[in-house]
């Protein structure tokens, strides 16, 4: 399977299914915290870059185990880029309705929401997870390096239009990078186009994870904290997320799969979808013993080193800790 991932445990939406529509890197910018690697292809063009008929007969194979499918609470599409890029979107989304008959969430940066089309596609998900990092050219530019293609006003256009169309959830996510996008202008002006937008909840987030660039660093949890309390204070009825503290990762995946290391079809296995999350994100041993449920992370780094040693799997320290990626 190359688009379908987990199922995996999130805080949000429970033992959830991941569906990636690419297997390159394809978005419209270039964020400097992006966990997936540097955009290889910077368009706003939607296409077809993945055969829509390969992703739906993955989706078919997988739901021809009707028993793993009730097991899931929701499906979310994803990508290792922006997917209202893939032009087969929608089809995807409805398709996934009908034979998953599970709620779907969607993940977005939320830049092609002033396309009416794009709207429409995203009106069939149950929860829609756009980001808004910056409402000020300058920080937006900064945090987000857009494709030239992009103009601020009109994501933001799109934002409002969109969430004032759409009748799911919509949980608005922003991404706070230390003396990039944190001012108090720029807290100010997220604060504003919130207001003029209908959100369910706003999830404010930081840099936790090895970041694209090494100049992408995290806010204090003070900060955050006081920036909660400003978007709290705005609509005291409307939750307030905090995604990421410093060394919080609880939101992540945690699979309930179990597995015999000392069988060798069961590592092999095991060696497979370790390999498929740390392509999506970074992972410390910690993180990937709580997924799958291992005996240690000390076990993990074991079960790794000879494929650090080959370099299939490469190392990075970042915060002092030890990722796999
Ligand atoms: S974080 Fe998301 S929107 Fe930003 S570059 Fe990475 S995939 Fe694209």
């Not at 919080?248 to 069961?266: I, P, R, T, V, Y």
Request: hydrophobic share 40%; aromatic share 6%.
């Amino acid at each position: 399977m190359n688009h379908i991932f987990g199922p995996v445990n999130s805080r949000r939406l429970g033992r959830s299914l991941g569906v990636d529509l690419f297997q390159e890197k394809i978005c419209n910018l270039n964020c400097i915290y992006c966990e997936v690697g540097a955009t290889t292809r910077l368009t706003c063009e939607r296409d077809e870059y993945v055969a829509t008929a390969d992703i739906l007969r993955e989706i078919d194979t997988y739901c021809a185990d009707a028993q793993r499918v009730a097991e899931l609470d929701y499906v979310t599409i994803t990508a290792s880029g922006e997917p209202t890029l893939h032009k087969g979107f929608g089809e995807i989304l409805v398709h996934l309705k009908k034979v998953t008959a599970k709620p779907v969430a969607v993940l977005t940066n939320g830049t092609t929401l002033n396309d009416e089309q794009v709207r429409e596609e995203l009106a069939g998900a149950d929860v829609v997870i756009p980001s808004l990092d910056s409402a000020l050219p300058e920080s937006f530019r900064r945090i987000d390096r857009p494709a030239r293609c992009l103009d601020l006003e009109k994501i933001i256009e799109g934002l409002i239009i969109f969430s004032h169309e759409y009748h799911g959830q919509l949980w608005l996510e922003i991404l706070f990078a230390r003396g990039i996008n944190d001012s108090e202008a720029d807290v100010q002006q997220l604060r504003h186009v919130v207001s003029r937008m209908r959100v369910d909840r706003v999830q404010l987030n930081t840099v936790a994870r090895p970041p694209l660039e090494s100049f992408a660093l995290p806010l204090s949890r003070e900060k955050m904290e006081t920036i909660a309390e400003l978007f709290r204070k705005d609509a005291p009825d409307r939750p307030v997320d905090l995604l990421a503290l410093g060394v919080q990762h609880k939101d992540d995946e945690s699979s309930s799969k179990k597995f015999d290391l000392a069988g060798g079809a069961d590592t092999q296995a095991l060696l497979v979808e370790i390999m498929e999350m740390l392509k999506r994100r970074p992972c410390t041993a910690a993180d990937i013993n709580e997924t799958f449920h291992l005996e240690s992370p000390e076990k993990v780094k074991q079960l790794l080193a000879p494929l650090v040693t080959s370099g299939l799997i490469h190392t990075r320290t970042h915060n002092d800790r030890l990722y796999y990626q």
